[in-house]
Every structure is written in structure tokens, then in C-alpha cells.
């Protein structure tokens, strides 16, 4: 299992986001990008534009987070732009088959995220269209906000689910034909708590003010990765599915 890490730029300085994104640019594997829109969340970021002129600059691949309502006219065009991840919000999806399905056609990885007081079981089905479900760790809208430790036992469940899947598949691939789902974890993650979401089950890991926050953004990913490391080798999920992994 690899230890992936997305810094969140909501947490950047949003007139400097080139600069922004170079600073983590040899130490990340993605470039995390909350677009809200004052309706699924209080509170509003930015849009296709901002995204479209950071893919132009940014040379990690970006993993576009959409809390926005009505994410099955949206979507799409994030993926066709060359966002490289894509994650819509289960709550917000009317039509999430069509949705996923439209992302991965375009090119791009699909994602479907969970609020924390929404259950995964609900989405078993829809696993098929899914490159990753990203468990949120707060409330989604804004940074800084505290942990929720609640989430712990979502995460262990969405793992053992993703484990019978994942089995003898490679990170690569497409979709159903092979390709390993991820499982994210957003809100709170620092050097506090990076830990605990690793030996539930978490591989990807948005940081945003645990790493802008920072003296030097890149040193704070590159310390993240290690404890996310580390505790990811004595978990007891990791053991156990690496001999098929
Ligand atoms: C919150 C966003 C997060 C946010 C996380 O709704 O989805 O990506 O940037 O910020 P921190 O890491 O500071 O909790
Ligand atoms: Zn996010």
C-alpha cells in the first residue's frame, strides 16, 4: 500500500497559488483543490477557471475536490480541463453512475466523498465506479477545524471493504479492469492525527493547514509521509492484504 499525500491550497496563499503549488512540488504526489460554492458548504473558493490556469502551472497532478450542489453538470468538466482526480460528494450527486462514469471517460480518476455523518454501506454497489472514496474528517467547508475522531471506525469498515476488492490488483489500471481504490481521508489531518488515519486504513492524506501552515510546506509533507509510513507497517490491514497486494 502507498502512502500518498495531498496538500490542500485552501490553506495557501490564494494570490501566489503558482508559487503555492511549486513549494510542494518535489515532496507531494498531488495538488489538493477545494472548490465550494456557498451552497453544498458556507463557503466559496474558486471554480473551472482557477483550476483550468493552476493545471497550466502546476506540475503535480491535480485532485479536484467539488463541494458544490449539482455536481452532475459540473463534474465532468474538471476531468475534460486535466484535473487528475476528481471526487463528487455522495450527498450531492442526483444521478453518481452517470457522474463517476463521465469523470473516467474524460481521463481522470474518479472519487466519491462521504460527509461524516454519512454511512459507506449505502455506496457498497457503487464501489465499481469508484478510484477512491474520500472520507471527510470534519465538516466540509473550511480548513483548521478540529478532527473528528468519529470517522475512525467508517474508516477500518471502508477499508476492510476496499481490501476484498484491492486483493491481486495492481495501483494501476482501469476502473473495474484493475485498478486499485484509494481511500482518502480530509479535515484535521496533521502530525497529531495522521497516524490514527493511517492504522484505520487511510492511504491518500489531504493536509492543508498542517502543511501551508508550516515554516517550509515541503518538509511538513515530507514528515507527514514518514508517519503515515511508519504507522501504516505496523497496521493490522496492511499486514494482512499485503501477500495479494
Ligand atoms: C475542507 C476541505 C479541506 C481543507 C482541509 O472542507 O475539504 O481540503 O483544506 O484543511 P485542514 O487540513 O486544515 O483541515
Ligand atoms: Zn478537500
Known amino acids: 500500500m502507498v502512502v500518498q499525500i495531498s496538500p490542500s491550497i485552501l490553506s495557501a496563499d490564494f494570490a501566489r497559488l ?41 506540475a503535480l497532478p491535480v485532485d479536484c475536490h467539488l463541494m458544490i450542489e449539482d455536481p452532475d453538470r459540473y463534474a465532468p468538466a474538471y ?12 450527498e450531492a450527486a442526483k444521478a453518481p453512475v452517470r457522474t463517476l462514469r463521465a469523470i473516467r471517460a474524460a481521463g481522470a480518476r474518479s472519487g466519491l466523498a462521504l ?10 454497489d457503487l464501489l465499481v ?22 470517522v475512525l471506525p467508517k474508516i477500518r469498515r471502508t477499508r476492510a471493504m476496499l481490501a476484498a476488492r ?4 495492481p495501483p494501476v489500471g482501469h476502473g473495474e479492469q484493475g485498478r486499485e481504490i484509494w481511500l482518502q481521508v480530509d479535515g484535521g489531518v496533521s502530525d497529531e492525527t495522521i497516524e490514527r488515519c493511517a492504522e484505520a486504513g487511510a492511504d491518500v492524506f489531504v493536509a492543508g493547514s498542517a502543511v501551508y501552515g508550516a515554516q517550509d510546506p ?28
Not at 79 to 90: D, K
Not at 115 to 124: D, L, S
Not at 166 to 169: I, L, P, V, W
Open 79 to 90: 476531468a475534460e480541463a486535466g484535473a487528475g482526480n476528481v471526487t463528487i460528494h455522495a
Open 166 to 169: 484491492n486483493a491481486g490488483r
Open 18 to 58: 503558482a508559487d503555492e503549488a511549486k513549494a510542494v512540488e518535489e515532496a507531494a504526489d498531488w495538488l489538493h483543490v477545494d472548490v465550494m460554492d456557498n451552497h453544498f458548504v458556507p463557503n466559496l473558493t474558486l471554480g473551472l477557471p482557477v483550476v483550468q490556469a493552476l493545471l497550466k502551472h502546476a
Open 129 to 150: 465506479e469508484v478510484d477512491m472514496v474520500l472520507l471527510m474528517t470534519v465538516e466540509p467547508g473550511f480548513g483548521g477545524q478540529k478532527f473528528l475522531d468519529l
Open 218 to 245: 515541503a518538509r511538513a509533507v515530507r514528515d507527514l509521509r514518514e508517519q503515515a509510513e511508519l504507522a501504516t507497517a505496523r497496521a493490522a490491514w496492511s499486514t494482512a492484504v499485503s501477500p495479494g497486494a
Open 115 to 124: 460527509n461524516p455523518g454519512t454511512a459507506i454501506q449505502p455506496y457498497e
